[in-house]
């Protein structure tokens, strides 16, 4: 049955000669992964660019829910970004959240809340000209949020932290957390920003089965450096 749907780019991976399987987040069915014929021949080479990660979606696809790999009908550019493929640093924390959500998002159903919260989260930091240097530690701590175990305070992730055994050293940097859960743009050291990227990273460790190495994380901290 074709079904219409939003959808947002997570990645894809080549397949024979000129198809890719490609994983894309969709508001109505959750993580969806589609197999789409012909991209990469010399026909389709301009198709490509359509499933680069985050690319925001307008999607008319084929939904069997026994299915393992669907396919797409039609397919449009939601919302062409402006910046984040031209600026180096918007490029950079892009490449790092794609990372996240590959290993965050799982569940093969709709969401729309959280469908909406990528959406104009990805919407704001594309039309931002300044204020987005903490982006991504904000970022992470929202998506815990619709991901279901937001911590309430910074003491409370402290506090699941050190239970878990690993060293929480400083309290006080960690305290900016709460500044950042209501204001984003709140201003915040280079070396606390990369404090609270590393203690939230932990606590993902927590709560996200195979969350393993974010190997982005090093790029992101050059680019901040």
């Known amino acids: 049955m074709l079904q219409k749907t939003r959808g947002l780019v ?15 987040y969709t508001e109505e069915f959750g993580l969806q992964t589609y197999i789409e014929n012909g991209v990469r021949s010399s026909k389709g080479k301009n198709k490509i660019a359509l499933f680069q990660p985050l690319t925001l ?3 008319v696809v084929y939904f069997k829910e026994s299915a393992g790999i669907q396919r797409i009908s039609e397919l449009r550019v939601n919302h062409p970004y402006q910046s984040i493929p031209f600026d180096v640093t918007k490029s950079t924390i892009a490449l790092f959240i794609t990372e996240i959500l590959s290993k965050t998002l799982k569940e093969e159903s709709s969401n729309p809340p959280l469908f909406g919260f990528l959406r104009e989260s ?9 204020g987005y240097e903490n982006f991504h530690v904000w970022f992470l701590l929202r998506l815990s949020f619709y991901l279901g175990f937001e911590p309430q305070s910074a003491q409370q992730l402290s506090q699941e932290l050190t239970d878990a055994g690993y060293r929480v050293y400083d309290e006080e940097a960690l305290s900016r957390l709460d500044d950042l859960r209501t204001d ?3 201003r915040v050291s280079r070396p606390i920003r990369n404090y609270l990227l590393e203690i939230l990273l932990k606590f993902y460790e927590l709560h996200v089965d195979g969350m393993g190495e974010v190997r982005s994380l090093e790029v992101l901290r050059t680019i901040f450096s």
Do not use: F, G, H, M
């Not at 997570?10 to 894309?24: A, D, G």
């Not at 990805?122 to 300044?130: G, I, P, S």
């Open 10 to 24: 997570l990645n894809y991976l080549r397949y024979r000669e000129t198809s890719i399987i490609v994983k894309i």
């Open 57 to 59: 979606l307008d999607l």
């Open 122 to 130: 990805l919407l704001w930091l594309d039309q931002a000209a300044t």
């Open 184 to 186: 984003p743009d709140a």
